[in-house]
């Protein structure tokens, strides 16, 4: 059987450390894994999505409509936009930072409001946190990825001891000790 997650947020957040971090606990465990990164705007503060499919033997690094396990948001509106992805009893987890979208700077339109409600109340499981207030906790706001991961990983049946070895080959070891943090503050410990 494979699983299907995304991780979705607005360029230069992270989400290629966070999908790599993921791919790389997968990996350790024995999965196949594929991913695929797809850029929009990212320079521009546009959407970046990144796909990460694992099981036995993944074939193909694109999840369609209707198939994501989870949907991992940087921010909510991102979430919102993606909810077509996630699947039947499918998990999204968000971080509540909002980043208005180039219309809503140029005012030519509003962010949308009680995204978080509205998603719940459309029979969503939302897991949303202050991943900015955590990752600021750690040491820097640049750890949101890794807080997001954090939360992302209670729902896995991988050890925090598995995702700390993956951080140990993907940090540079000067940011280490930070992005642990910011994993085990994103779990709630």
């Known amino acids: 059987m494979v699983k299907n997650i995304m991780i979705v947020g607005v360029g230069g957040q992270g989400a290629?450390?966070?999908s790599k971090t993921l791919g790389q606990v997968l990996l350790d465990a024995g999965f196949d894994v594929k991913v695929s990164e797809v850029h929009g705007m990212s320079q521009r503060g546009g959407s970046v999505v990144t796909y990460v499919r694992f099981g036995e033997k993944v074939y193909s690094p694109i999840?369609?409509?209707g198939e994501a396990d989870f949907i991992v948001s940087f921010e909510l509106l991102e979430a919102a936009?993606?909810?077509?992805?996630?699947?039947?009893?499918?998990?999204?987890?968000?971080?509540?930072q909002k980043i208005d979208p180039m219309p809503v700077i140029t005012g030519a339109a509003?962010?949308?409001?009680?995204?978080?409600?509205?998603?719940?109340?459309?029979g969503l499981?939302?897991?949303?946190?202050?991943?900015l207030k955590l990752?600021?906790?750690?040491?820097?706001?640049?750890?949101?990825?890794?807080?997001?991961?954090?939360?992302l990983s209670r729902y896995m049946d991988f050890s925090v001891e598995a995702w700390m070895k993956a951080l140990e080959k993907l940090v540079k070891p000067q940011f280490l000790e930070m992005n642990k943090k910011a994993f085990l503050l994103g779990r709630g410990e």
Do not use: F, H
């Open 81 to 96: 936009r993606y909810t077509q992805w996630l699947k039947k009893g499918g998990q999204i987890v968000v971080n509540t």
């Open 135 to 151: 990752a600021e906790e750690a040491g820097t706001a640049k750890a949101v990825n890794i807080v997001l991961m954090g939360r």
């Open 63 to 65: 999840v369609d409509k």
């Open 16 to 18: 290629l450390l966070a």
């Open 110 to 122: 509003e962010y949308p409001e009680n995204l978080e409600s509205k998603m719940t109340e459309a």
């Open 125 to 131: 499981k939302v897991d949303a946190l202050d991943c």
